[in-house]
C-alpha cells in the first residue's frame, strides 16, 4: 500500500515540543525519518509516496520547522536528538522502528542504532556521513569556540527577505545548493512571515559549532555496538566526500552496505526521489 499523508503530528519531549508530519497507516512498518541540518519534515515529501506498507513519522528535529528552539542553556549537539527520538517512538508505542535520515540525520541515526541496538530493526542513510573525526587535545579550543559561537548567534536575528521567492532563492544558492522545486518544497514549511519581511524559521544556534566532537574511539564504540542493518545511498555528486578515515569508520558496522547513485546531496528530493524510495523499500522490507 502506497504512503499517503495522514496528518500532521506534534509530541511533547523533555520539555520541547516536536511537530512531525505522519504518512502511511497505523499497523504497518514503523519508521522515523529525519532530515539534515537546517531542512525540516518536508524533506522526505518528494520520495515517501513511493514507498508502501510503512507508518512514518517525519519529525522535525529540534530547533527545525515547527519544533521548538532548545533552551538558552542548552545547544545542538548531534546526541542531544538520541533521547528526543527516542521519545517520539515512545509516544508512538514503538518498541522497535526503522530510521530513514539525511545529512546530519543521517548521522543521528547512526547513533541511535548504536546507542539502542535493540530498538533499531533498520537504518537508511542518505548522503549522511560522520562529522570531522576529533582529535580529544582540541578539546578546549573547541568548547572555546562553541561558547562563542554559541553567544554570537544566539543573539543574532535571521536574515530577511521582501518576499517569499526570494527566501527560497537563498536557499537554492545556499551552502548546500538545492535545486528550485526541492528549495521550494522546504520553504512551504519552514519560512515564515515577519513584519520586517520572510525569514527561514530555524534556530540561528544551530550554526554554532558543536560543544565537543567525538573521537576515533567514541565512533568506533558507536558504529561497533550497531546490530541492524545499515544501507548509505551516497550521492556521486555530493559537496560532501567522506575521507579515507570517515570511510574506515563504516567498517566496524557489523552490516553495512554501501549504494553509489547519481544525483546531488538532496537526491532524495530531485529527479532520483523514486529511485531512492525504490532501495530504502527494497532495504527495509526485501520482498
Same mark, same amino acid.
Given at each position: 500500500?502506497?504512503?499517503?499523508?495522514?496528518?500532521?503530528?506534534?509530541?511533547?519531549?523533555?520539555?520541547?515540543?516536536?511537530?512531525?508530519?505522519?504518512?502511511?497507516?497505523?499497523?504497518?512498518?514503523?519508521?522515523?525519518?529525519?532530515?539534515?541540518?537546517?531542512?525540516?519534515?518536508?524533506?522526505? &515529501?518528494?520520495?515517501?509516496?513511493?514507498?508502501?506498507?510503512?507508518?512514518?513519522?517525519?519529525? &522535525?528535529?529540534?530547533?527545525?520547522? @515547527?519544533?521548538?528552539?532548545?533552551?538558552? &542553556?542548552?545547544?545542538?549537539?548531534?546526541?542531544?536528538?538520541?533521547?528526543?527520538?527516542?521519545?517520539?517512538?515512545?509516544?508512538?508505542? $514503538?518498541? !522497535?522502528?526503522?530510521?530513514?535520515?539525511?545529512?546530519?540525520?543521517?548521522?543521528?541515526?547512526?547513533?541511535?542504532?548504536?546507542?539502542?541496538?535493540?530498538?533499531?530493526?533498520?537504518?537508511?542513510?542518505?548522503? @549522511?556521513?560522520?562529522? @570531522?573525526?576529533?582529535d580529544a587535545k582540541g578539546a578546549a579550543i573547541q568548547i572555546a569556540k562553541s561558547v562563542y559561537e554559541a553567544k554570537r548567534f544566539g543573539s543574532a536575528s535571521p536574515s530577511f527577505f521582501p518576499d517569499f521567492e526570494r527566501a527560497v532563492q537563498a536557499r537554492v544558492n545556499g551552502f548546500i545548493p538545492?535545486?528550485? #522545486?526541492?528549495?521550494?518544497?522546504? #520553504?512551504?514549511?519552514?519560512?515564515?512571515?515577519?513584519?520586517?519581511?520572510?525569514? $527561514?524559521?530555524?534556530?540561528?544556534?544551530?550554526?554554532?559549532?558543536?560543544?565537543?566532537?567525538?573521537?576515533?574511539?567514541?565512533?568506533?564504540?558507536?558504529?561497533?555496538?550497531?546490530?541492524?542493518?545499515?544501507?548509505?545511498?551516497?550521492?556521486?555528486?555530493?559537496?560532501?566526500?567522506?575521507?579515507? !578515515?570517515?570511510?574506515?569508520?563504516?567498517?566496524?558496522?557489523?552490516?553495512?552496505?554501501?549504494?553509489?547513485?547519481?544525483?546531488?546531496?538532496?537526491?532524495?528530493?530531485?529527479?532520483?526521489?523514486?529511485?531512492?524510495?525504490?532501495?530504502?523499500?527494497?532495504?527495509?522490507?526485501?520482498?
Amino acid at each position: 500500500m502506497s504512503l499517503s499523508f495522514i496528518s500532521e503530528r506534534t509530541f511533547d519531549v523533555n520539555g520541547l515540543t516536536f511537530t512531525a508530519k505522519e504518512w502511511g497507516s497505523p499497523g504497518y512498518t514503523p519508521v522515523i525519518a529525519l532530515h539534515g541540518w537546517l531542512d525540516n519534515a518536508a524533506s522526505f &515529501d518528494l520520495m515517501l509516496p513511493f514507498l508502501s506498507d510503512m507508518h512514518v513519522i517525519a519529525l &522535525d528535529c529540534a530547533g527545525h520547522g @515547527g519544533s521548538s528552539f532548545r533552551s538558552a &542553556d542548552s545547544g545542538y549537539n548531534i546526541w542531544q536528538d538520541i533521547a528526543e527520538v527516542l521519545g517520539v517512538a515512545d509516544h508512538m508505542g $514503538w518498541e !522497535q522502528f526503522a530510521l530513514l535520515g539525511h545529512s546530519r540525520g543521517a548521522i543521528i541515526s547512526t547513533l541511535i542504532a548504536g546507542a539502542f541496538p535493540s530498538r533499531i530493526t533498520h537504518a537508511a542513510l542518505i548522503d @549522511g556521513y560522520l562529522p @570531522g573525526i576529533a582529535d580529544a587535545k582540541g578539546a578546549a579550543i573547541q568548547i572555546a569556540k562553541s561558547v562563542y559561537e554559541a553567544k554570537r548567534f544566539g543573539s543574532a536575528s535571521p536574515s530577511f527577505f521582501p518576499d517569499f521567492e526570494r527566501a527560497v532563492q537563498a536557499r537554492v544558492n545556499g551552502f548546500i545548493p538545492l535545486k528550485q #522545486a526541492a528549495a521550494r518544497v522546504l #520553504a512551504q514549511r519552514g519560512v515564515r512571515q515577519h513584519e520586517r519581511g520572510f525569514y $527561514w524559521h530555524t534556530d540561528q544556534r544551530l550554526k554554532a559549532a558543536s560543544q565537543l566532537k567525538l573521537t576515533r574511539a567514541h565512533i568506533e564504540d558507536f558504529f561497533t555496538s550497531i546490530v541492524a542493518p545499515v544501507i548509505l545511498i551516497q550521492a556521486e555528486d555530493s559537496g560532501f566526500k567522506p575521507d579515507a !578515515q570517515q570511510g574506515e569508520t563504516f567498517s566496524w558496522i557489523t552490516n553495512f552496505r554501501l549504494l553509489k547513485m547519481p544525483g546531488s546531496h538532496h537526491l532524495h528530493m530531485e529527479e532520483q526521489a523514486e529511485q531512492v524510495a525504490a532501495e530504502v523499500q527494497n532495504f527495509i522490507l526485501p520482498e
